[in-house]
């Protein structure tokens, strides 16, 4: 059974940094691109970015770009986003995503095939 699971998600004064990982079991991790998605309360599910299957290629959401960077760690099958220069208005539930065919990444839309549960942020000012 596929399982991503997201943690690093907190508390955060504006201006500051966290780092989000998804560890994934049940599936070669290094065979699928990653993606992270976010919502905020009200709003709709909104991609950030994604990564390629052996993380030299990723693809980025304007309202994230040059604050946000995803990388993974394939031998840990662990992906991670780090977050800088935090806003208020990234508050939300973050997810990660993984793509459904293997190989498979296009800069966007991604074709989701699992989700993570998710990990609340919250930045306040």
């Known amino acids: 059974q596929v399982q991503l699971v997201e943690s690093g998600g907190g508390l955060v004064q504006a201006g500051g940094s966290l780092r989000l990982s998804c560890v994934a079991s049940g599936l070669t991790f290094r065979s699928y691109a990653m993606g992270w998605f976010r919502q905020a309360p009200g709003k709709e599910r909104e991609f950030i970015g994604s990564i390629n299957s052996s993380g030299d290629r990723t693809s980025y959401a304007d309202s994230v770009k040059g604050r946000f960077t995803i990388s993974r760690d394939n031998d840990k099958n662990t992906g991670y986003l780090q977050m800088n220069s935090l806003k208020p208005e990234d508050t939300a539930v973050y997810y990660c995503?993984?793509?459904?065919?293997?190989?498979?990444?296009?800069?966007?839309?991604?074709?989701?095939?699992?989700w993570g549960r998710g990990t609340q942020v919250t930045v306040f000012s």
């Open positions: 995503a993984r793509e459904r065919s293997r190989w498979r990444w296009s800069p966007s839309p991604m074709d989701v095939g699992e």
